[in-house]
């Protein structure tokens, strides 16, 4: 039983409730006046039992763990990203806003200890070789809470352990935090280590990097800088809000005049790592989260796809690649196929998630026609 369980709304407080959210194996805590706390597990809004909050409730418990000057900042912009942490409990990467003239917020809980790629499950040959790369550039794409972050942590955890170099973070804001091991990890969060993202950016070759890992790649200035990096001898890693490696390099050349755009291919030719497309699935027996990647590595036959801007012929490269297992290659839709197999996920979400559904359909369908004629046999 939790001490909130008999609490007043005006006995609540923010640290409270994000303890009572990792109790309850929460991912995500959501305040707002005129409704009780709401809680995220599993990709779900859990309602509970606790108070009402009121304006004032909402107003007191948002604002805890802000600073004099961000409070400035959000009365000025009504929008307000931070990120702290629960002693014992998280790190929390908070965002403030207004909905309907009053204060909200919702609070996104991060493990206080970086998770490995093999506590991750990531198990793909891949991934470690994209993670040991020395200079290119490596995209982690996904939709929001598809844990991009999580991902992006383990792989930047296994160069700190493995490798004497010197990493460099810019982040709105740190989420996961880096103890220095065999690296040096300088993390820099923006509104308090550096005025702005870009800013940071066009320091941080002056800060002699070896790895650098980039947020999110927003605009056409930040990808500019993120393919300088990786020209330049750095290993560089980013996110973008995608979800295919052939739409991440779509939107990427869509930030580029029509005439660009054949340097672009180019650039991309030479620079680019590999994509890392992922989703976050509910296992099938209810006790986790599973993550269903796909997983596009720039072989000499996508180099030269990416140097001719043919993102459409990637899939068909991926998806050979995928069955030959040479180069670790995967769509989402094999990777989707293989959880089903193994009894992992539902077919109704791999359907949901799936990129080609016809596609995934017949290979659903082989699938269980193959092992009805085993078991037949």
Known sequence: MSVLDHASAKELTLDSLLTYTQE??????????????????????????LPVLDEEDVNRIAFEHVRPDQRKHF????????SFTVAGV??????????????????????????????????SKAIHTLTGQHNGLVLVTGPTGSGKSTTLAAMIDYINLTREVNIITIEDP????????????????????????????KQVLRQTPDVIL????RDLETVNIALQA???????????????AAETLDRIANLYQPHERPA?????????????????????????????????VATPTVSKQLEEGRSDDMYATMRQDGTEDYYGMQTMNQCLERYVVDGLITEKDAMENGGNEAELKQMLRKSANQRAMLEAA
């Not at 409704?35 to 990709?43: D, E, I, N, S, W």
């Not at 965002?95 to 790629?117: F, G, H, M």
Request: include cysteine; aromatic fraction near 4%.
């Open 214 to 217: 980039i947020g999110e790649l």
């Open 264 to 296: 672009l291919y180019l650039r991309l030719s030479v620079s680019l790592r590999g994509v890392i497309s992922q989703k976050l699935l509910r296992r099938a027996d209810g006790s986790g989260r599973i993550v269903a990647m796909e997983i596009m």
């Open 230 to 244: 990786a020209e330049t001898g750095h290993l560089v890693f980013a996110t973008l809000h995608t979800s295919s």
């Open 24 to 49: 309850l194996g929460g991912s995500d805590l959501f305040l707002k006046a005129g409704t009780p706390p709401a809680f995220k597990k599993l990709g779900r809004i859990i309602t509970t039992g």
């Open 174 to 201: 740190i989420e996961y935090v880096h103890p220095d091991k065999k690296a040096i990890v300088s993390q820099r969060e923006v509104g308090i280590d550096t005025k702005s993202f870009h800013e940071a950016l």
């Open 75 to 82: 009365e000025k912009e009504l929008e307000l990203n931070l």
């Open 90 to 123: 998280a790190r929390v990467r908070q965002n403030v806003y207004q909905q309907r003239d009053t204060v909200a917020t919702t609070c996104r809980l991060i493990p206080l200890k970086v998770k490995s790629l093999d506590d991750l499950g990531v198990k």
